[in-house]
């Protein structure tokens, strides 16, 4: 019964979450909602958590990223550290891009 008041909302699922989530400001706050929604999940194989993580990555870097063809999310997440970056380098008033 306490469970039932007090518990998660059978209708907060955090799997539907994880599905929808959309990078909308630097990687490393994308990759922190991602893997508390993630954690949140059950009976996700690995290969599906990237697959979800790299569509929810900036267009621009997740083409770059999917180019390198990376097998881990550890890896997915440090080449999408390095591209925004890049990206951020470029955008910045005043500097030149390399």
Known sequence: MLKLQFGPSPF????????????TGI??????????LA???????????L????????????RDVVALLPT????VVVLAKLYEERYLLVT?????PI
């Open 92 to 96: 910045k008033p005043g500097t030149v």
């Open 12 to 23: 907060n699922c955090p799997m539907a979450k994880l599905f929808k989530l959309q990078q």
């Open 72 to 75: 881990s999310l550890l890896k």
């Open 51 to 62: 697959n979800f993580f790299l569509s929810g990555l900036h267009a621009e870097i997740r």
């Open 27 to 36: 990687v490393s706050d994308y990759y922190l909602k991602f893997m508390s």
């Open 39 to 49: 954690n949140r999940s059950s009976g996700l194989s690995d290969d599906a958590l």
